[in-house]
Structures are given as structure tokens and as C-alpha cells.
Nanobody, 118 residues
């Protein structure tokens, strides 16, 4: 089993920055992909950014140029640095880990709230 613990969610003003973190523990394969998704009220959960153990990254169009995802493989931790935050970035942010031959095993954290408001 895999456990994911997120931290770093907060209330931030428009234009501000925030750094989240997600630490994974348990039965973690050497090759995996860790990422962040978000879900705003009344909307579907959507990808924000993902990074593999080989440092291959993928970003949502809304995150490109503003967010940067990195990871520490030794600590099984992923860090999204979010800059130039806007009100539309307000959502519950969930950490996700995928592993397996086809990345078919998926695990979720409980989420951390990010609110962008003046």
C-alpha cells in the first residue's frame, strides 16, 4: 500500500506564490510518476503537473510558465512551485502517484486547499 501526505496549502493573494509538497511512503516502485491534480467546486478534477522518476514532466496548459514541478527521488517527495497565482487557481489540490508496468496502480492523497483571494 502507498500513503501520500500533502502539505503547503494556504490562502494567498493574487499574484502570490505557493510551494506544495507531497511525501509518499509504503510500497513504492523504483519507477513511478507523481503529480498534482486539482478540483474546484462544481468542476471535474484536472491535471496540474506530473513528473516521473526520470524527470519527465507534463503540465496543464494553465500551469505552463507559472508552475514548476520537481521531485526528490530519495525522499519520494514532489514539490510544485506555483507562481503568479490567480483566483482561478483556487481549488483542492490532490497528490497522485502512479506505478506499475502500465502505470495502472494509482494512489491519492487527501488533498490540501489552495485559496487565491485578496
Amino acid at each position: 500500500q502507498v500513503q501520500l501526505v500533502e502539505s503547503g496549502g494556504a490562502l494567498v493573494q493574487p499574484g502570490g506564490s505557493l510551494r506544495l509538497s507531497c511525501a509518499a511512503s509504503g510500497s513504492i516502485f523504483s519507477i513511478n510518476a507523481m503529480g498534482w491534480y486539482r478540483q474546484a467546486p462544481g468542476k471535474e478534477r484536472e491535471l496540474v503537473a506530473v513528473i516521473t522518476t526520470g524527470d519527465i514532466t507534463n503540465y496543464a496548459d494553465s500551469a505552463k510558465g507559472r508552475f514548476t514541478i520537481s521531485r526528490d527521488n530519495a525522499k519520494n517527495t514532489v514539490y510544485p512551485q506555483m507562481n503568479s497565482l490567480q483566483s482561478e487557481d483556487t481549488a483542492m489540490y490532490y497528490c497522485n502517484l502512479k506505478q506499475g508496468p502500465q502505470f495502472e496502480y494509482a494512489y491519492w492523497g487527501r488533498g490540501t486547499q489552495v485559496t487565491v483571494s485578496s
